[in-house]
């Protein structure tokens, strides 16, 4: 496999992997939007004893969510960086002189519009 191959199997894997990731974010917001649903039709003034305990709960509530979205996010960060080490200075010169294609935002040539679903 050359390397414009192997290049290329990586950033797609990349791509489908940030796709799956789009998909976990879909769902927490989805969980959270529950959640509030929740909070706002169960958490009356009278359940509770007073506004700290209805603010100490719904943070408890949310504060996995939250968690949650930090770990992906941190993630992310993660796989970008790991992009740059792998498209080391070479590529990038070469991919401002056209020899890869328009590597940069995946625009044509060797990834012709990965970046599109």
Known sequence: MSREQSLYAIVHSVARFQEEIADILDAKATEA????????LHMLPHTLDGHTDRLRQALDIHEQMVEVIDGLAKM???????LK???GPE?????????LGGLE?????????????
């Open 76 to 82: 992310e960060h993660s796989l970008g960086a790991h």
């Open 91 to 99: 590529e990038k010169e070469a991919a401002a002189g056209g020899a």
């Open 105 to 117: 935002g995946f625009g044509g040539g060797l990834f012709g519009g990965l970046g599109g679903k």
């Open 85 to 87: 080490l792998l498209i």
């Open 33 to 40: 939007e529950k959640a509030r649903n929740w909070i706002t």
